[in-house]
């Protein structure tokens, strides 16, 4: 019937050899219904202004050709091919359709090969592959434009280890569903265009091409996409570049790869929220440089993978938080790093794993909210290095085993960020800034907890925590600055807590806060007030502890804080200690000069004392010069005590006054020098006036040293 004109073509429960009508032109249908047909038919550039109708039809089709060939064919209506068995392609290039396009319990067994080739296929209406639709062969509707949708609902098409169905640059107006579908070979939607939404849910994509399961990179979907419910395949899950206006739903999703990412989202961006709730990944999820505006959630979430990675945010930009609670683990890297997110991240309850290596790393995070990791479990380092937290952050009860400091040559990769070193940390906050709290009360770090130059604008917490790192030390907070520093610890830290440079509003402190062995770094270390129930004693103890060789600030440092709160009585005693020390340090001579000032004024801190030896070397003087049973024996002087150095030139003898006179250096009395002591009294008058000139010298220097107000 090629280039026949007819009003209507109808073969009803026939057997025909086959049928050849190329360029026909039918005002009516075209019905070959419920027929076998032993050869092909060919309606090829046909023109029917009616509905063309296969269904029932079986072909028995000789190989190298079509069952059916609509190539280039006009349909004015529907397309009808349900219940069709064949077992050669459908060839539907080019072809359109204004209305339906119906395989409706098609069987189509063409193993390998193409079962439907409907490229650049234009249809008015939708395409339905439903009612058990099964498919030996591949389904490529490339290019296609579909006005209405494409269904294909519990369809089964087989083609492994190749590609099944085909709908690249495809332009799908009222979406697409393939809900518990069964593939059987790669799913390929690279840049297809779909209108209103697009579902996978409950669906398999098994036995792929290049591990390859749904592979759909820069595909656009006005709505929703559903790989949910159960959906499960054997490969990547591929949507890089994506545009999806709503939501993207993966619960209850099980992705299965042998290495490398299960699912890929890098560049992509959605404008709800990405929902992967209860999933399970063999492989990780790339959401490197995504947009995503609504949350990304993944409680219960499960990420196993033989990769370095688990889960891929950098430099993401989640405007509506990622939250990963509920029993979320990750066997691998959790990267977060140079990411832009909004609303908080909550890995509260998680466990993540990557030993020896990074496990969350969040390094240059910029977040508007809260960072919360509650009860989290980390085996591997948390780095928040230069991150920007404009919140809380909060890893209460976390327990964090970080990275043992021995792995640096071990083959461990260098760090990427700012070529800092990481290794021997738990946690790692270098420079930092968090505009709210940084709680990590009943924690518990492994390794060193690491706060240098962070800057916490209010209060970091470190109740009945638990710092056991040793060999890089226990907490490294050298240069933080915060408005309140709370070291009341579960237990000592096993090593080093440095504070040196750091500058704190409150310090509160206990009995566990500091190291009995471990080395403490508290120069330059700045605080207003402290707020402890440590005694005088103890902190004296410390900082004897924090200064293998003597450092003045951390006890003036000290005292001032006691001045200022009003505890006088204590500032003395910690500026004492600390003049103490410096010249337990000195050379010998300077040594034994500041013993001598200890001894006689308490380096000034004990005025009284001064007075007390100088009223007792006063009155034993006065005693021996007034019953001293020597006399001078010169002429005329019987009975006095001492004699005169110039007989007709000396004042009244007056015990009282010579003693006075020798005692106090700095006073002229006239009597020291009109007398000519010997013997005993010689050595009594030399002890007096050296005593006098100690006495004096360790006045003056004590007074000096406290107008000074410094040690």
């Known amino acids: 019937m090629n280039d026949a004109a007819a009003e209507f073509v109808g073969f009803t429960s026939c057997l025909l050899p086959g049928l050849s009508a190329a360029r026909m032109t039918c005002a009516g249908p075209v019905w070959v219904s419920c027929c076998r047909i032993a050869g092909g038919v060919c309606l090829e550039d046909a023109n029917i202004a009616g509905d063309v109708i296969f269904r029932e039809s079986s072909f028995e089709t000789p190989s190298r050709q079509f069952s059916i060939d609509l190539c280039g064919a006009r349909i004015a209506s529907d397309l009808d091919l349900g219940q069709l068995v064949a077992n050669q392609a459908i060839h539907l290039h080019n072809a359109s359709i204004s209305g339906d396009i119906s395989l409706t319990g098609a069987n189509l067994d063409c193993p390998g090969g193409w079962a439907i080739s409907g490229s650049q296929v234009d249809a008015g209406g939708s395409i339905f592959f439903t009612n058990n639709f099964r498919c030996n062969g591949a389904v490529n509707l490339e290019g296609a434009k579909v006005d209405g949708k494409v269904l294909l609902n519990g369809a089964q098409i087989v083609r492994p280890d190749d590609i099944a169905l085909v709908l690249d640059h495809a332009m799908i107006r009222l979406g697409a569903q393939a809900d518990r579908a069964r593939f059987e070979g790669t799913v390929r939607l690279h840049h297809a265009h779909i209108g209103c939404q697009i579902s996978f849910s409950g669906a398999q994509i098994i036995r792929c091409a290049d591990k390859k399961a749904l592979s759909a990179d820069h595909l656009i979907v006005e709505g929703s996409v559903a790989i949910d419910k159960g959906f499960r395949s054997e490969g990547l899950v591929h949507l890089h570049g994506a545009k999806i206006e709503c939501n993207l739903l993966l619960n209850e999703a099980r992705i ?139 890893f209460a009860d976390a327990v964090l085993t ?103 509003g409150t310090l509160v402190d206990g009995a566990n806060s500091w190291p009995e062995k471990g080395p403490i770094s508290l120069d330059g270390l700045r605080y207003d007030l402290i707020d402890t129930d440590l005694t005088i004693k103890d902190r004296l103890r410390i900082l004897r502890h924090a200064t293998s060789t003597y450092t003045p600030h951390p006890y003036e440092q000290l005292a001032s804080q006691l001045s200022a709160s009003g505890q006088d009585e204590d500032a003395r005693k910690v500026r004492l200690a600390a003049i103490r020390r410096s010249y337990e340090e000195s050379r010998p001579l300077i040594r034994a000069w500041g013993k001598v000032q200890d001894a006689v004024v308490g380096y000034g801190y004990a005025p009284f004392r001064a007075l007390f030896i100088s009223l007792l070397l006063f009155a034993g003087s006065v005693s021996w010069f007034t019953f001293t049973p020597l006399a001078c024996d010169k002429p005329g002087m019987e009975g006095m005590p001492l004699c005169p150095i110039k007989d007709n030139e000396h004042p009244t003898w007056d015990a009282w006054l010579y003693s006075a006179d020798l005692l106090i250096p700095i006073v002229n009395l006239g009597h020291e020098n009109s007398w000519d002591p010997t013997g005993a009294s010689k050595a009594i008058t030399s002890i007096l006036i050296v005593g006098g000139w100690i006495l004096t010298t360790t006045v003056v220097a004590a007074a000096g040293r406290s107008l000074r107000g410094r040690p």
């Open 402 to 504: 970080g990275v043992p400091l021995e792995e640096a040559s071990r083959g461990t990769e260098v760090d990427p960020f700012r070529g800092g070193d990481w290794r021997g940390a738990s946690l790692r906050a270098t420079a930092s800034k968090v505009s709210g709290d940084v709680n990590l009360r009943g924690a518990r770090f492994t390794q060193s907890l690491v706060l240098d130059s962070a800057s916490v604008q209010r209060a970091v917490y470190l109740d009945s925590s638990r710092l056991e790192g040793e060999e890089s030390g226990a907490l490294a907070a050298r240069s933080l600055r915060t408005a309140m520093l709370s070291l009341k610890l579960k237990t000592q830290p096993t090593g080093a807590v440095l504070l040196a440079s750091a500058t704190i």
């Open 256 to 394: 299965l790869t042998d290495k490398g990412a299960a699912l890929t989202l890098d560049g992509a961006s959605i404008g709800g929220m990405l929902r992967a709730d209860s999933c399970d990944f063999q492989g990780y999820l790339d959401l490197e440089g995504a947009t995503v505006t609504g949350p990304v959630n993944l409680r219960a979430a499960k990420l196993s993978t033989n990769s370095s990675l688990a889960l891929d945010v950098r430099r993401a930009d989640l405007r509506g938080g990622i939250f990963a609670t509920g029993g979320f683990s990750a066997q691998g890297l959790v990267a977060l790093a140079d990411a832009k997110v909004a609303v908080g991240v909550d890995f509260s309850d998680a466990r993540i794993t990557n030993p020896r290596k990074k496990a969350l790393n969040s390094a240059g995070l910029t977040l508007i909210g809260n960072f919360v990791c509650s009860r989290v479990e980390v085996d591997g380092l948390v780095d928040l290095a230069a991150a920007v937290i404009d919140g809380d952050v909060n």
